[in-house]
């Protein structure tokens, strides 16, 4: 099994607007998208999409209007579509078994439009919320003819790659576990961890739920430990730096 970290783009952010509630407000930095290529050798499963297309020419498309105009600030190019990344991996978007959406915020599943032959695997609670929340742009995931795979609670989805339930970002939130041979396992968090800060006891974190958040970062900790595995988190800029992209990849 292989496992490829796919850049999605950039976007600049209040860091304590968008991620740590009132620490370090006006400071903006930058959050880099990204998501996941997983080939098992017969099937082939992608974590999150990134950002839709139309914010190559318009930035501001998701924003414009809202609370957080100005305050998140997409960057993306034709090389960071989803649909681009992988084929830099040798994958076409056709050969996608499989898309888990860790939830459906802008950055993780605007690029969902590029795979229509897929299974789309997303926890049923998030599913139900997000088709009544403002906060998910429907043009991103609620998409015509789309095969939903609505999952409920920790389940396996093939061989070697787990869903696990970590809501407080947003309800139904999902992390991701895939059992690499030489890598050993590591953990997806999608944006149950933001930064590396915010897995601090009672750290500040922008959230539907700050309590269910800081639980869920226990809960992923403990696996951590347990299956002795490694953490990806979300958007921590240097954290990303020193993974591996690809096309190089994790085995």
Not at 62 to 68: K, V
Not at 179 to 205: K, S
Request: charged content about 25%; glycine content about 8%.
């Amino acid at each position: 099994m292989k496992m490829y970290l796919l850049y999605y783009g950039v976007t600049y952010v209040d860091k304590g607007l968008v991620l740590t509630e009132g620490k370090d407000l006006g400071k903006v930095i930058p959050t880099p998208i990204w998501g996941a290529l997983i080939d098992t050798g017969s099937e082939r499963v992608l974590v999150d999409t990134g950002m839709n297309p139309v914010h190559i020419s318009d930035p501001d498309a998701t924003f414009r209007g809202t609370d957080l105009s100005g305050i998140i600030k997409p960057v993306l190019h034709d090389e960071d579509l989803a649909s681009s990344r992988i084929k830099s991996c040798g994958v076409m978007p056709e050969q996608i078994d499989y898309v888990i959406n860790t939830h459906f915020h802008f950055d993780h599943c605007g690029g969902n439009l590029f795979f229509p032959q897929a299974d789309f695997v997303v926890q049923k609670e998030h599913y139900e919320w997000a088709l009544q929340s403002e906060q998910c742009p429907k043009r991103d995931f609620n998409l015509p003819g789309t095969k939903w795979k609505l999952v409920e609670g920790p389940c396996t989805l093939l061989p070697g790659i787990e869903l696990f339930p970590t809501p407080g970002h947003v309800p139904g939130h999902q992390s991701v576990v895939v059992y690499l041979e030489q890598t050993g396992p590591v953990i997806i968090t999608g944006d149950a961890i933001f930064l590396e800060e915010t897995m601090e006891d009672n750290a500040p974190v922008t959230a539907f739920d700050a309590d269910l958040y800081h639980e869920s970062i226990m809960k992923l900790c403990e696996l951590q430990k347990k299956i002795k595995g490694q953490i990806f988190i979300a958007h921590e800029q240097e954290k990303w730096d020193q993974w591996k992209h690809a096309p190089e990849w994790y085995d």
